[in-house]
């Protein structure tokens, strides 16, 4: 016997990140490394949607993990239709030339259901320190 329970349309939200190391604001003698990343979401799912709320987890090659959350990132909460994407730039500074960063966005769907986008850990390495 089949199940016939409609299964909620899955969203589908694709994040894509580039990171750049700014060694102008940078000063290793400091411990300070602050690195630059580009994020691009992307509404590859049926329903539109609207990003809410970010929380990340930053971690230096130490160990030290910062977590950050707010609302929308760089002061807006985009709402995605189907196809659509939207880029955004913005920051980190660690203590160490290398570390990770990951975390999620918080969504909801136009039919009501909330739910996480994953945005897979990524690296931050100043150039030369990773062969």
Known sequence: MQDMTAEPVNPRIRVEVETSYIEEQSDPRDKRFVFSYTI??????????????????????NGNVKETRGDGVVGEQPYLKPGQGFR??????????????????????????????????????????LH
């Open 40 to 61: 691009t979401i992307r509404n590859e799912g049926q329903v539109p949607a609207r990003l809410l709320t970010r929380h990340w987890i930053i971690t230096d090659a």
């Open 88 to 129: 955004y730039s913005s920051g980190a500074v660690i203590e160490t030339p290398v570390g990770t960063m990951q975390g999620s966005y918080q969504m909801v769907a136009d039919d009501g259901q909330q739910f996480d986008a994953p945005i897979a850990p990524f690296r931050l390495a100043m150039p030369g320190v």
